[in-house]
């Protein structure tokens, strides 16, 4: 605070009277005698325990009752009441009289102060935020001094005059005709402004930030492979997004902006990345290796196309969906009523390019944006924001950069270094026309997978979360109750949430771990009794995933301009190359005399399914599964004769096994829905997750018989979310226990912060 003799530092809450402080009363010198009080160092807040300078306590501190920030609010409207009136709130000649005061008297309008005491016009609004801190009641008390910021912010950026004082002597001069007649012309007046903000509503939307929480007793459902988890309406009226309530399935909820509660939309078990239809009424989404779309009023779900591992879809005006079915693709186009699939973009091989994704239509619904990344460390080399068409593969550069987009209001929306930016942007020319302008710090950002955890409306509507993604999890042992054992390690960043590899003599864990800075994922390999990690895989490559042979070897994914398949010591000298494919082949099991291991291959229409590939000899990869239902997480059975794996030929994931090598036969396990597949190292059990990530057990059997193969009893023995890696989960030795990464312990997802008036606040940049 600036004074007469200088700058003074002011701590409200702080400051304590003793007996040698001397009277309170209004007068300066007295209340400077109470200021200079010495700093106590006990505890300042506990019950019972007065603290603070009397003219700027709030009632609660006055009572002896516990106080939080609260009191400070109200100790900031005093100075706020003093500042633009010249007075005191509260007054008393003597330390009773002025603690009455607090606590039985109002104050003067704030209005009526500045007025009498010649300060200045003064707005209505600031008055109403001072009483909003000076309520007696701290329930009824603004709660946090960024509610005081977003109230001042909405003041200053009003530009309303209507709310400041007039003189009082010239209100004094008014006839009483004029009172009249200027009376019937403010309800004239009032009448014709909300007729036309009615009429402009939907294109003028109100200067306001709010944050939405999830459904009462759930969560937001983000995750380090998807932190975008929310999509609002063309017209700024309809929120949509993934949350779960406890263990349980993922699910799109639905809430319009002028409700209080939010609505779970049926049929969205798991489902991901939504998107609008560009009237509001459908929305698209991800899940069960299925881009699908639901109506927001609810009804069935509509299946349109099959995706293996989604990055993105946008829905034109002109009826067609944009999506990317896989992290190996182009983008390609379908009805929003379904047929076929085709290619709108086209890889350009010659820089290597590996993966086009996030579509995003630009109003003309005709032309889209697009990211572009090459092969290399996980975030790509010279990643780059192009604009495609729907008429021709041709495309042009608009930006260089890593990053989910959208265009709105006239401007680009990306993200850079976690920041969410704004440039301006010219559809016509399709290229940006200005400097770009932080528009939120700390966004919610995925360097991996370039996304971050925003979207906007056509009418200026902008929602996003911040803070960063929940990377960390944590290895744990979970018994066959689902109770806690043990957790083991630190927490780190572990790829994809998961995918833990328990090895053949059940000592150690194999798991890839996320270098956040550089994007990419090095193999490591956890002592299952100490928690000590150390790394396996030290080159520039990626490598998100291993599995282990006998003898302690382990089969890496080397990922950099192919899928190159290479086992390894544990020490990490290489012994051999295996396999190397352009695209995504990834091994995922070995067989327990090591002869085999099975790759998946995500190469959408080329070469789908799961593979047997020799490990001695020419490596050739031997088909398993044909590429119908998209078959995924296979596994060889302890003896080596069934492959368990998972396919969604029925529309939803179901668990299969078959024989190996296969004779055409196959035997579905589940019967409700089934995912990551793990065998009982006995032979007689068959794990799996079922849609409500409940941990099924199913009791299984083979003979030499015609039978071959049968299934008995399943039973769920608990319930798990995890970190939404997949698999999830791996197998003790004896079965007893199971291998999971989960979250470590601490607060959830934060709100999604709306903001109605993104583009005023960028302009004052």
Request: charged share 20%.
């Amino acid at each position: 605070m600036l004074t007469k003799s200088g700058a003074k530092l002011m701590d409200f809450g702080l400051a304590r009277a003793t007996a040698t402080a001397g009277p309170v009363s209004g007068s300066g010198a007295t209340m400077g005698a109470l200021t200079q009080s010495p700093t106590m160092a006990s505890p300042l807040t506990a019950e019972g325990t007065i603290v603070g300078t009397f003219q700027y306590m709030s009632p609660e501190q006055l009572e002896g009752h516990e106080s939080d920030a609260r009191a400070d609010i109200w100790a900031l409207g005093c100075v706020l009441y003093e500042m633009a009136t010249g007075k005191r709130a509260f007054k008393g000649a003597s330390q009773a009289s002025l603690i009455s005061a607090i606590m039985k008297e109002e104050p003067k309008s704030l209005l009526q102060s500045a007025s009498e005491a010649s300060a200045g016009p003064v707005a209505a609004q600031l008055d109403r935020l001072v009483r909003q801190c000076l309520a007696k009641d701290a329930e009824q008390r603004l709660q946090s001094a960024r509610d005081v910021k977003l109230q001042l912010e909405w003041i200053a950026s009003s530009g309303s005059q209507s709310g400041m004082v007039a003189p009082a002597v010239a209100q004094r001069r008014r006839s009483r005709v004029h009172v009249l007649w200027g009376g019937a012309l403010v309800l004239v007046v009032i009448a014709a402004v909300a007729v036309l903000w009615l009429q402009r509503s939907a294109t003028r939307p109100l200067s306001l930030e709010a944050s939405v929480l999830p459904p009462a007793d759930g969560e937001f459902s983000s995750s380090f492979s998807n932190p975008l988890p929310l999509a609002i309406s063309p017209d700024g009226t309809t929120l949509v997004f993934r949350a779960r309530k406890g263990e349980g399935a993922d699910r799109l909820w639905v809430r319009t902006l002028a409700s209080a509660q939010a609505r779970e939309l049926a049929g969205t078990e798991g489902a991901s990345a939504p998107f609008f239809s560009p009237d509001g009424r459908s929305v698209g989404f991800f899940a069960r290796s299925k881009l699908m779309r639901v109506d927001v009023a609810g009804g069935p779900v509509i299946a349109l196309a099959d995706v293996r591992d989604p990055r993105g879809g946008s829905w034109g005006r002109n009826g067609v969906i944009l999506f990317a079915p896989d992290a190996f693709a182009p983008i390609y186009r379908i009805s929003a009523d379904g047929g076929a699939a085709t290619a709108v973009t086209a890889m350009d091989t010659t820089v290597d390019e590996t993966t086009h994704r996030y579509p995003a239509f630009l109003p003309d619904g005709e032309r889209f944006l697009y990211l572009a990344r090459r092969s290399g460390s996980g975030a790509g080399r010279d990643p780059t924001i192009f604009a495609g068409s729907l008429k021709s593969l041709e495309r042009k550069r608009v930006l260089a950069g890593a990053s989910n987009v959208a265009v709105a209001s006239g401007q680009l929306l990306f993200v850079r270094g976690g920041i969410l930016m704004a440039q301006p942007f010219d559809a016509g020319r399709l290229a940006t026309s200005g400097p770009a302008v932080p528009l939120v710090e700390d966004l919610r950002w995925d360097e991996r997978f370039s996304r971050g955890a925003f979207a906007v409306s056509h009418n200026g509507l902008l929602a996003y979360m911040r803070g960063r993604a929940r990377t960390n999890t944590q290895l744990a042992w979970l018994d066959r109750a689902g109770n806690l054992v043990a957790r083991i390690g630190e927490p780190t960043s572990y790829t994809f949430g998961g995918q833990p590899e328990v090895s053949p003599d059940g000592t150690l864990a194999a798991i890839a771990v996320l270098n956040e800075e550089q994007g990419r994922s090095d193999v490591f390999v956890v002592d299952l009794a100490t928690g000590r990690r150390r790394r396996l895989t030290m080159d520039e490559s990626d490598h998100p995933q291993a599995t282990w042979l006998p003898g302690d070897r382990l089969i890496t994914l080397d990922h950099l301009k192919g899928s190159a398949h290479v086992v390894r010591a544990l020490s990490g000298a290489i012994q051999d190359t295996l396999l190397t494919r352009r695209g995504w082949h990834s091994p995922i099991d070995a067989s327990a005399d090591g002869r085999y291991y099975i790759t998946w291959c995500s190469d959408i229409g080329v070469a789908d399914g799961l593979f047997a590939v020799p490990v001695q000899g020419t490596h050739t990869p031997i088909p398993i599964t044909g590429a119908a239902g998209l078959p995924s997480s296979g596994q060889f059975s302890p003896d080596g004769r069934f492959v368990a794996f998972q396919a969604t030929e029925s529309g939803r994931s179901e668990v299969f096994v078959l024989p190996f090598p296969s004779t055409g036969q196959r035997w579905q396990v589940s019967q409700a829905g089934g995912v990551e597949p793990r065998w009982n190292r006995n032979g007689r059990e068959l794990f799996f997750f079922d849609p409500e990530n409940r941990l099924m057990a199913a009791e299984v059997s083979s003979s030499t018989s015609s039978l071959g193969f049968q299934v008995g009893d399943i039973r769920a023995l608990f319930q798990f979310h995890g970190s939404g890696g997949t698999p999830r989960y791996d197998v003790s030795a004896d079965g007893s226990r199971f291998l999971v990464t989960m979250p470590p312990a601490g607060p959830g997802d934060p709100p999604v912060t709306i903001v109605t008036d993104w583009i005023t606040r960028l302009r004052k940049r």
